[in-house]
């Protein structure tokens, strides 16, 4: 499952900043429109790989960034909230994603 790959990929984020820190309150997550992430599904896997760990029972926050894309036929960045959407100007199909197409850890809460 993707989702679990990228919750092992957070906690290791996780273990790697909190260093010694006993425990870690809350994860706050910035995850892209188009990251094409299942949320709900993270945040069970989250919770599941973080079992035993410092980050057990720790809050998964998640903001989300709005997705963008450059159209080439309006020479214009659109936004954009699905991939294969077409562009709200033109409706045409001749886009490429410039935002919103990332997740990162953007902030901890530790002790
Ligand atoms: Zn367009």
Do not use: W
């Not at 906690?11 to 709900?40: C, M, R």
């Amino acid at each position: 499952m993707h989702e679990m790959s990228l919750a092992e990929g957070i906690l290791q984020i996780v273990q790697d900043q909190a260093q010694n820190s006993p425990k870690v309150h809350s994860v706050t997550l910035s995850v892209g429109e188009l990251a094409g992430v299942e949320l709900d599904s993270l945040k069970f896997c989250f919770d599941v790989v973080t079992r035993d760990s410092c980050a057990e029972g720790a809050a998964l926050e998640i903001e989300t960034v709005p997705g963008s894309a450059f159209c080439f036929d309006c020479l214009a960045q659109i936004p954009l909230s699905r991939r294969g959407d077409a562009c709200p100007r033109c409706e045409g199909y001749h886009l490429t994603v410039v935002g919103g197409d990332q997740m990162k850890v953007k902030y901890l809460e530790i002790d």
